[in-house]
Every structure is written in structure tokens, then in C-alpha cells.
């Protein structure tokens, strides 16, 4: 059973810094990309930030410059370190992993999700 935790979410004041840590346990043979994800209330889940195997990176517009996602692939982790935060970055992040129990076959995972709160 593959599982994804994420932490580090909390409050934060605009103009400060959270940093986002996931893990990855279970059965994986190995993991293609990972990434995070992000849903505020009444509004659709949207991608924040995702990285290859071999770490090619991409973001959202509206956290380029300001957010930076990483990985271990020794670890099975992803993080995902914001700078700058916005009261606009509020939201639930969740953690996703393309994950492949056996070589051919790749499936997404999705973590439980971490509170990011940003007040003004």
C-alpha cells in the first residue's frame, strides 16, 4: 500500500516562509514525478508546482519566483519551500506522486492534505 504524508503546513504571516515536506512509503519499484497541489474553499484544485525523476521543474504562474519544489529520490520525498507567502497562497496543499508498484505500471497517489494559512 502506497501512503503519501505531507507536514510543515501552518500560519504564516504575508511576506513570510513555510516549507512543505511529503513522504512517500509502501511497495515502489519507483516514482516518475511528484508535485503539489493546491485547493481553497469554493474554488477547483490547481497545480502548484511538479518535478521529473530527473528533476525538471514546473509552476503555476502565480508562484513562480516565490516557491521552489525539490526532491530526495533516495528518500522518496518531495518538499516544497514558499517564500514570500500571499494571503492568496491560503489553502489546502496536497502532496501527488506518479508512482510505479511494479515497472509497468505508473498510478497517481494522493496525500491527505496540510493547512497552509497566510494572514494579512
Known amino acids: 500500500q502506497v501512503r503519501l504524508v505531507e507536514s510543515g503546513g501552518g500560519l504564516e504571516q504575508a511576506g513570510g516562509s513555510l516549507r512543505l515536506s511529503c513522504a512517500v512509503s509502501?511497495?515502489?519499484?519507483?516514482?516518475?514525478?511528484m508535485g503539489w497541489y493546491r485547493q481553497a474553499p469554493g474554488r477547483q484544485r490547481e497545480l502548484v508546482a511538479t518535478?521529473?525523476?530527473?528533476?525538471?521543474?514546473n509552476y503555476a504562474d502565480s508562484v513562480k519566483g516565490r516557491f521552489t519544489i525539490s526532491r530526495d529520490n533516495a528518500k522518496n520525498a518531495v518538499y516544497l519551500q514558499m517564500n514570500s507567502l500571499q494571503p492568496e497562497d491560503t489553502a489546502v496543499y496536497i502532496c501527488?506522486?506518479?508512482?510505479?508498484?511494479?515497472?509497468?505500471?505508473?498510478?497517481?497517489?494522493w496525500g491527505q492534505g496540510t493547512q497552509v494559512t497566510v494572514s494579512s
Open positions: 501527488n506522486a506518479l508512482v510505479r508498484v511494479v515497472p509497468a505500471t505508473a498510478r497517481n497517489y
Open positions: 509502501g511497495s515502489i519499484f519507483s516514482i516518475d514525478a
Open positions: 518535478i521529473t525523476t530527473l528533476r525538471s521543474t
